[in-house]
């Protein structure tokens, strides 16, 4: 293509020029070519909030997901300048792909394969962190009060309450202080499970720990009020593994939440996965809430020294609230008497 074809192309979709874009495609223009700062025709128009443009430049093919090298992709540009139908038409395209592709999980897991499994590696605790053998945080204290936050919500209802990882134990001090009626931990990592038990973990009241990896120790589960989930290693299709059990292990009514890190580099891919965990936990039966909490103040780059990879890049975490919901025969018995 030429030069001139490209600019073309770049100046229709900044102006939102539906016709002129799709007569350039239809000569050859190559939709993914970006200007000198990477931007593509998808990200100009969703920065310029074009949505019709949005829609013309998906249908022919342009990849949602691509990225400039700021590390942006369309979805971000739509999202930061607040153009509302831009950034709608790329959720639906993220989902849609993503519910067929997983595209962003599994690019994720794929650079993760080939590497020594994590319940296999030494850890280590030092001042406010917990690191595996390759120095990646897996557990960190700036976390302290989004735990705080998760505990409070899945002790909402009382009763019995399950952690999955106790990494540092930050959501597992903060449960004990809501004085749950019993408090469950799964634990699969030898060297965490000693630590819980050097640290008295083992001879609370009404603490159980059942040490071993989640999937198996799943037969000896009850059903609980609250429900926490935070591992480490684990990949997106293992989250969606554990939610297939929850009609299982949560009480109606009962509340579930997770450590909502998925795709936590890319504000516009942690939106999408955002929405698809809402939808498959909604196939399950939950009704899903994200409260917002602002993270900027608990980090700075001092955080992240002598960590190997700084797994949260967000300014925001949204917490997950997760319902399932009443049995509406018992409402209908209620409400009958
Ligand atoms: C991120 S940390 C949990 C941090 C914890 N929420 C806290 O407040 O400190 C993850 C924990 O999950 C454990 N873990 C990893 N895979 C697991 C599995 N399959 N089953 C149970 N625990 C697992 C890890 O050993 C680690 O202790």
New binding site residues.
């Given amino acids: 293509m030429e030069a001139g074809e490209a600019r073309e192309l770049w100046k229709a979709a900044a102006e939102g020029n539906v016709e002129r874009v799709q007569s350039l495609l239809e000569s050859g223009a190559d939709i993914c070519e970006g200007n000198d700062e990477g931007l593509t025709p998808l990200m100009m128009a969703a920065q310029n909030g074009h949505a019709e443009v949005v829609r013309a430049l998906l249908r022919a093919g342009a990849p949602w997901n691509a990225l400039n090298p700021a590390g942006k992709c369309a979805g971000d540009f739509a999202m930061e300048a607040g153009h509302q139908e831009a950034f709608d038409v790329l959720l639906d395209a993220g989902m849609q792909a993503e519910l067929i592709l997983g595209i962003v999980a599994r690019q994720t897991k794929r650079a993760e394969d080939g590497e020594k499994p994590?319940?296999q590696q030494r850890v280590e605790y030092s001042e406010g962190k917990l690191t595996d053998e390759e120095n990646k945080g897996?557990?960190m204290a700036w976390?302290n009060p989004l735990?705080a936050a998760h505990a409070k919500a899945i002790c909402a209802n009382g009763g019995h309450v399950l952690n999955?990882?106790?990494?540092?134990?930050?959501?597992?001090t903060s449960i004990q202080s809501h004085n749950p009626a019993s408090h469950t931990i799964?634990?699969?990592?030898p060297e965490?499970y000693k630590r819980m038990l050097e640290t008295g973990w083992g001879e609370k009241r009404n603490v159980r720990i059942l040490f071993g990896?989640?999937?198996d120790v799943l037969p000896q589960l009850d059903s609980y009020d609250g429900i926490f989930f935070?591992?480490?290693?684990?990949f997106y299709d293992d989250l969606k593994e554990f939610h297939e059990h929850l009609p299982k292990i949560l009480k109606k009514g009962g509340i579930y939440s997770y450590?909502n890190g998925l795709c936590a580099t890319n504000a516009f891919f942690h939106v999408v996965y955002c929405q698809l965990v809402a939808l498959e936990l909604a196939r399950l039966g939950l009704t899903t809430q994200f409260i917002p909490l602002p993270v900027k103040d608990c980090l700075d780059e001092e955080t992240w020294l002598g960590v190997y990879h700084k797994y949260w890049q967000l300014d925001t975490y949204f917490l997950p609230v997760c319902q399932a919901e009443e049995d509406e025969n018992e409402e209908d018995t209620v409400n009958a008497s």
């Fill in positions: 994590y319940l897996v557990m976390e735990m999955v990882g106790f990494g540092m134990g930050l959501v597992d799964i634990e699969a990592h965490v990896r989640w999937q935070d591992t480490y290693g684990e450590f």
